[in-house]
């Protein structure tokens, strides 16, 4: 599972904040509770990755913003994150020629930092960042592309600290493998040193064996906006989903042309949307892209995307997201808004499959999502007596579990707001 | 009055399938038909939904997987006991879960064309076991059991559930079959 656990402080409206996380989220609380502060944490590490923190900082709308009001520059800002980046074995080397292959599994790790930021304006330091690289060390033979007799040799450590800038490297491999620290961590990245209010996230010194592979650049955070969907999109663009999927035609062109990917999304989408025969994307005036789609009740009448309804538009965006997607970790805030009730289980159904392969966290005030997710999948943000965010699990409460037993739904108790008992 | 069908069944993949394979054998007979997920829904609130469709004089089909129940006869006391308004002539118990009822319908020849085994009979077969038959190329369970349903026949699955071909013979969905099952 990409990210196991998350501990932040004086983050937005969190003090403290500190919990487990599983495959599949649903993020409820009342308004204001603090859900879109929740997800601003991961939305701050993707950032970091991708701008860097002071780009990060200032985009989540500087210090002030960042910090909780009333905690403010007496406490560091901490965020510490144990994740599960891909399990791939990376073959490293081999001793001589008559000694097997060695290789490297990454497994549970972990990020933290924290910052100091100045009484006033966005100045701050880095006062922690460290990384710690969990890894399988094993040896084993390669037959062709296959690897075979893998043979554990133990679990190891790499540590990559940054103090004031001064990079320090710290390994713990178990007894018995051959390769020294100097061996393993490549002379390139030794007695460097990290700019100045720089995170180790952003530099090439925190993924220092080939398969760390960046992951928080790969966080997605999706606010579908289906009003843009309808709208024709340039020929030119990425093909991944944009956020807001304003792209989505553009995506959806390239699905269309793998027969297997047409044949798997016209599944998924029918299975939701029982009534559309076909979908195709039009070129329009040779510059920009139109979806249009076939129902079954029209056979011989396309419906170009301003006639479809926004709930359409969203099941769209929805199947591209969870099946077509390459992302560890995808956000979902507010997904069912506009989708008629009857259809909300088989989102969620599709979401529940779809978290087998990625972690989804979706935030939602819909009743139906809160019906058709199990209770262990809740995650109940409120605020406490001082105005602090915090997250619980109903599943954790006996009061909760009580009102289940005797039938009353999870709905009810979300309605009644009785989740926080 | 309009006379209207609702098949109750247990959750999404049940509704994928009535939708899709057993909808389109009632229309004709009736004003409309619907499918309803009960599993999310509370028991009262199930318990009344039931008798209203009988004050209506409409008709209903309750679907139910057996799982750990021994008998039909059994499962049947369970859901009596659960439901007052429920009558035994409109229970239909599925052995064991409905995925037992979508690999049923796959021909011989149908297994050979979505490359996965082809068995004669299917009375034992549980979601767990049907998702051991999903093969690699499929990285959604809801896509394969979709495509199954493009290939569905109503003959091979009589032929090869028992529970299946009660429910096919109750409603005669299908002309009936005579002689051994092969």
Request: charged share 30%; aromatic share 10%.
């Amino acid at each position: 599972m990409p990210i196991q656990r998350i501990h932040v402080e004086n983050f937005k409206s969190f003090s403290e904040l500190d919990i487990e996380l599983s495959r599949f989220h649903v993020v409820i609380g009342s308004n204001a509770a603090g859900k879109s502060n929740f997800i601003s944490i991961f939305k701050f590490l993707r950032d970091i990755t991708i701008n860097g923190i002071v780009n990060a900082i200032a985009m989540q709308g500087g210090a002030e913003y960042l910090q909780n009001t009333n905690i403010g520059p007496s406490r560091d800002l901490v965020i510490r994150i144990v994740y599960q980046p891909d399990q791939k074995v990376e073959i490293l080397g081999q001793e001589c020629k008559d000694t097997p292959l060695l290789a490297i599994q990454s497994c549970q790790s972990s990020y933290e930092f924290a910052i100091r930021f100045d009484s006033h304006g966005d100045g701050f330091s880095i006062t922690r960042d460290r990384l710690i690289i969990g890894c399988e060390v094993m040896s084993c033979d390669r037959n062709g592309k296959r690897l075979s007799k893998i043979e554990k040799i133990g679990h190891g450590e790499i540590q990559v600290m940054s103090d004031k800038g001064e990079l320090t490297y710290a390994v713990d491999l178990p007894e018995g493998f051959p390769l020294t620290e100097q061996e393993l961590i490549p002379i390139y990245f030794r007695g460097k040193r990290v700019p100045e209010k720089t995170l180790l996230l952003e530099t090439p010194y925190a993924y220092p064996l080939p398969h760390v592979e960046k992951f928080f650049d790969h966080i997605a955070v999706y606010d579908i906006d289906p009003k843009l969907l309808k709208k024709g999109v340039a020929v030119t663009g990425k093909r991944d989903l944009e956020e807001d999927a304003g792209n989505l035609v553009l995506v959806l062109k390239n699905i269309i042309g793998d027969p297997e990917k047409k044949r798997k999304f016209s599944n998924l989408l029918r299975d939701v949307l029982p009534f559309v025969d076909d979908f195709s994307v039009e070129k329009f005036m040779d510059i920009s892209l139109i979806l249009t789609l076939r129902e079954r009740y029209a056979k011989n009448h396309d419906l170009p995307s301003t006639s479809l309804s926004d709930g359409t538009m969203t099941i769209f965006a929805l199947i591209i997201v969870l099946y077509f997607e390459d992302k560890p970790l995808i956000i979902i805030e507010e997904p069912v808004s506009h989708i008629h009730p009857f259809l909300v289980g088989r989102v969620i159904t599709m979401m529940k499959e779809s978290s087998k392969r990625k972690q989804i966290m979706i935030t939602t005030h819909s009743t139906e999502v809160v019906k058709h997710a199990s209770i262990e999948d809740l995650l109940l943000i409120s605020r406490d007596t001082e105005g602090f965010s915090v997250v619980s699990r109903p599943a954790d409460k006996e009061e909760v579990r009580t009102f289940l037993k005797n039938e009353i739904g999870i709905e009810e108790l979300y309605i009644q707001n009785l989740l926080g008992l | 009055m309009k006379k209207h069908l609702f098949i109750m069944v247990e959750g999404e993949d049940d509704v994928r399938f009535f939708g899709r394979i057993i909808k389109p054998l009632f229309v004709s007979r009736y004003d409309s038909v619907e499918i309803i997920p009960y599993a999310s829904i509370k028991r009262t609130k199930v318990n009344n939904f039931l008798k209203s469709v009988r004050l209506m004089k409409n008709d209903y089909i309750f679907v139910a997987d057996i799982d750990t129940e021994r008998s039909v006869r059994d499962k049947k006391q369970i859901l009596y006991y659960h439901f007052s308004n429920i009558e035994g002539s409109s229970i239909i118990v599925v052995i064991k879960e409905i995925e037992s009822w979508y690999y049923a319908g796959l021909s011989r020849e149908s297994a050979l064309n979505l490359e996965v085994p082809d068995l004669s009979l299917t009375d034992e077969l549980t979601k767990e076991g049907f998702n051991r038959l999903i093969p690699h190329k499929y990285d959604s369970r809801i896509d394969f059991m979709f495509e199954i349903l493009k290939y569905f026949s109503l003959d091979s699955a009589r032929m090869k559930n028992h529970s299946f071909r009660f429910f096919a013979d109750r409603y005669y969905l299908a002309d009936p079959i005579h002689g051994h099952r092969d």
